[in-house]
């Protein structure tokens, strides 16, 4: 009999913890992986942490400290030295993030990392989703931190008259999206989907493409459609001094506030004062979409300033016709535009032919994007 009372108390102790995950996890084909989560940004980032436990300390050790910072305690530690100086991070996003750690321990992994003799906290998190900004900010000042570029991206957009001859889109807009970042493929094991359903009043449902502690607006949409794709910039000029933003968590706090500007709509002019009224260090190129069939929009921005990029003065370039917009590592408002091979490229196959497809969109993206110039 004691047996069994102690057995049913285990059995309800187990419950009572499981009871708290405010989330669900799915297996999908090919590593990929997909997670639901509700209620407060705490219960939120202990639910991704518990659910993603081990591939969140995996790609930390491989990718962070492994990849970016080729294995460098010394390179990592300076550079959370010079985060803390000068980046400010929202209270509930390190809430947020602190909650993470917990749900990971609580899943059974250690937070402890051998390379760094320490456990980490919330602010190593934080610098996950701010590495971006961080080699920016190293690279404009002159600090030498060797770090690995993160990632390029590509970005091609069609609508409208583009895509009224494709019976599956009928004149809708399609975004393709090439994620130029898997950091010699290790965050191609990685692939998470990653569904957020806030408790707070002011924010709202979305989604994150996105990888497992990188809990940003990369690749996101709101439920009210707002949807946004960052491109890295090539000029990360700083000419006004900290506290900064990381730009990725700028972008994310845009699209998860029901309405950002408090104008009485969400929609891309959210992204637009998100992001003019940010102080970040990184160059970012962001196509932003309405979801309301408006067209779309390219937001420019670097800590100099903020420049939109729309079909009617769409980077002086008479190549990109008909309903369409192209979007790699290079300014083209905000900056004299530069050369890209492979904004050339894609350019070029518009210019020989403006209509698209669903299909010959993911084609010319897989052919024509990879790589950097």
């Known amino acids: 009999m004691k047996r069994i009372v102690v057995l049913l108390l285990i059995l309800l102790m187990i419950s009572s913890i499981l009871g708290q995950v405010n989330g669900v996890r799915e297996d999908l084909a090919e590593g990929r992986m997909k997670v639901r989560c509700w209620g407060t ?44 100086a000068n980046w400010e991070i929202d209270t509930e996003y390190l809430e947020e993030f602190a909650a993470s750690l917990e749900g990971i321990a609580d899943a059974g992994e250690s937070i402890y990392i051998t390379t760094l003799g320490r456990e980490i906290d919330e602010y190593d998190v934080a610098m996950v989703n701010a590495v971006v900004d961080i080699l920016a ?27 009224m001859d494709d ?41 994150s ?20 794709f960052m491109d890295v910039g090539s000029d990360n ?40 009224g940010s102080n970040s260090t990184t160059g970012a190129i962001i196509t932003c979409v309405q979801g309301d069939g408006e067209p779309p929009v390219i937001i420019e921005q670097n800590n100099v300033g903020t420049a939109v990029r729309t079909q009617a003065n769409n980077g002086l370039d008479p190549a990109i016709i008909g309903d369409n917009l192209v979007v790699t590592n290079h300014f083209r408002v905000l900056y004299p535009p530069q050369y890209c091979n492979r904004y050339a490229s894609l350019a070029a196959q518009i210019e020989g032919d403006s209509d698209f497809t669903a299909g010959r969109c993911w084609q010319m993206l897989l052919d024509k994007a990879p790589g950097h110039g």
């Not at 493409?209 to 946004?228: E, Q, R």
């Open 167 to 207: 019976p599956l889109l009928s004149g809708d807009l399609i975004v393709t999206r090439h994620l130029d970042w898997n950091g010699a493929g290790i965050l191609d094991n990685y692939p998470l989907m990653l569904i957020c359903v806030p408790e707070e009043e002011d924010e709202q449902p979305f989604i």
């Open 137 to 163: 900010y190293s690279r404009s000042m002159g600090l030498g931190l060797e770090m690995r570029e993160p990632f390029g991206c590509a970005t091609l957009s069609s609508w409208g008259e583009s895509t």
């Open 237 to 276: 000029s700083i000419v006004n001094a900290g506290p900064y933003k990381p730009v990725l968590l700028t972008m994310r706090k845009a699209i998860e506030m029901l309405d950002y500007d408090g104008s009485g709509v969400c929609d891309q002019q959210d992204m637009i004062n998100a992001l003019s």
């Open 209 to 228: 493409f996105t990888y497992p502690l990188f809990v940003t607006g990369l690749s996101a949409t709101n439920a009210s459609g707002l949807t946004c």
């Open 41 to 84: 940004h705490a219960e939120r980032g202990y639910a991704q942490g518990y659910l993603l436990a081990e591939e969140s300390v995996q790609l930390f050790e491989d990718y962070v400290i492994g990849y970016m910072y080729n294995g460098s305690s010394y390179m990592y530690e300076m550079s959370r030295t010079l985060f803390l």
